[in-house]
């Protein structure tokens, strides 16, 4: 089994959207499933999705997976909120784990691939922290070596994983995932976003005829 678990941050409002962009379709599937479904095909165990202000929602979309479910009811104050409710979850019921991934609902290429490169570069490169690189930036999804819990856990409601990874720059190995950069935060974003993907796929099918 595993040592490495993951804890997936699903708790946010999708205030700037206004509807729950968990439940977004792309290629006829919800990014949360999508999301789900990559976390489930890696080598991570246990998988923790951290629900938040939609749960009643979104809970019905994934109850069939075989992860593990946790609700932030702090949400409101921000992402830490969510990443601390993870990490207590899996400290809980998992106290040997060597380390955490940490996935986000809102970057659509995520796959089990770039879960299992984060893995594969931490074992290689023996840094604490591997973090996903694109855009000139690091961020996740990202791996946290167990000694790093104790500042996750004490991370402030309204800051990210990010702070601490910029804390340890010395000590973080990266990995490339140059579609990281394509989230989903507003309507116009996730129009923008299906024109786009529609129009590459018209033009790879125009290539193969």
């Known amino acids: 089994m595993s040592s490495i678990g993951l804890v997936i941050l699903a708790a946010g ?16 599937k919800s990014l949360i499933c999508r999301t789900v479904e990559a976390a489930i095909g890696s080598s991570c165990n246990p998988i923790v999705v951290v629900l938040g202000a939609y749960a009643k929602q979104i809970y019905p979309e994934i109850a069939q997976y075989n992860v593990q479910f946790t609700t932030n009811n702090q949400w409101s104050t921000g992402m830490g909120a969510s990443i601390q409710a993870g990490i207590q979850v899996l400290s809980q019921t998992h106290r040997e784990l ?9 970057q659509p290429f995520i796959s089990t691939q770039i879960i299992d490169q984060l893995i594969e570069t931490y074992r290689s490169s023996l840094k604490p922290i591997i973090a996903s690189e694109y855009a ?8 946290f070596n167990y000694t790093i819990f104790p500042e996750l856990v004490s991370l402030r409601p309204t800051t990210g994983a990010k702070q601490i990874i910029y804390n340890h720059i010395p000590n973080v190995a990266s990995v490339p995932f140059p579609r990281g950069n394509i989230d989903l935060d ?24």
Not at 21 to 26: A, N, T, V
Not at 98 to 106: M, P, Q, S
Not at 190 to 207: D, R
């Open 13 to 28: 409002a999708s205030t700037r959207m206004g509807t729950p962009k968990q439940l977004l379709l792309y290629q006829g």
């Open 98 to 106: 060597e380390a955490t991934i940490f996935l986000v609902c809102d």
């Open 136 to 143: 000139g930036t690091l961020g996740v999804p990202a791996l």
């Open 186 to 209: 507003t309507p116009e974003e996730y129009q923008q976003f299906l024109m786009t993907i529609n129009f590459i796929g018209n033009e790879e099918e125009v290539k193969t005829r």
